[in-house]
Every structure is written in C-alpha cells, then in structure tokens.
Nanobody
C-alpha cells in the first residue's frame, strides 16, 4: 500500500519560511519522480515544483522560482520543499505526488493527503 505523508505546514507571516516534508512508503521511491502541488480555495491544483528520480532535473513554477527549493533524499524516501520569502498568495493546501515520469500536469499516480500552508500579511 503506497502512502505519501506530508508534514511541515502551518501558519507563518509574510516573508517567513517553512519546510515541507513528504515521507513515502510502499513504493520504490528512487524509481519515481516527485512533485509538490498546491490548491487554493476555488482554484485549480497547480504544480509548484518537481524533481526527477535522481534529482538531476527540477522544475519550478514561475511564481515560486528563486523562493522555493525542492530536494529529495532517496535513502530516507523523503522529498522536501523549502519555502522562503512566503507571500499571502502562497496560501494553499500543499500536496506531494509520485509518478514514474516528471510531469507538469496533475497526472501523477500517487498522492498524499495534503498539508495546509497559511501565510498572513
């Protein structure tokens, strides 16, 4: 049974930082690309960042470039999202997802339950 469990969300003031973690189990983690998505109320789910299986390739949405960093530790079956200089517009539920191929669409095979990130102004 595949499980992706996110943690690290919370309430932070604008300009602050958070580090999200996603612990994976039940799958060959190093064989999967990983993505972080977010969904704000009344908005579509969007890809924030993605990382290839070996971490050679990464992708960032334009809105987070230079502020967010995705990384992974294949020995710990964990993917991270370091979020700096947070803005109120970053407020959303953040989801991690796994897929054989790194994609820029929500067509990922496995999903976590999500963690809320709220940025106050």
């Amino acid at each position: 049974q595949v499980q992706l469990v996110e943690s690290g969300g919370g309430l932070v003031q604008a300009g602050g930082s958070l580090r999200l973690s996603c612990a994976a189990s039940g799958l060959a983690f190093s064989s999967y690309a990983m993505g972080w998505f977010r969904q704000a109320p009344a908005k579509e789910r969007e890809l924030v960042a993605a990382i290839s299986r070996s971490a050679i390739s990464t992708y960032y949405a334009d809105s987070v470039k230079g502020r967010f960093t995705i990384s992974r530790d294949n020995a710990k079956n964990t993917v991270y999202l370091q979020m700096n200089s947070l803005e109120p517009a970053d407020t959303a539920v953040y989801y991690c997802a796994a897929n054989f191929e790194m994609r820029q669409t929500p067509a990922y095979r496995y999903w976590g339950q999500g963690t809320q990130v709220t940025v106050s102004s």
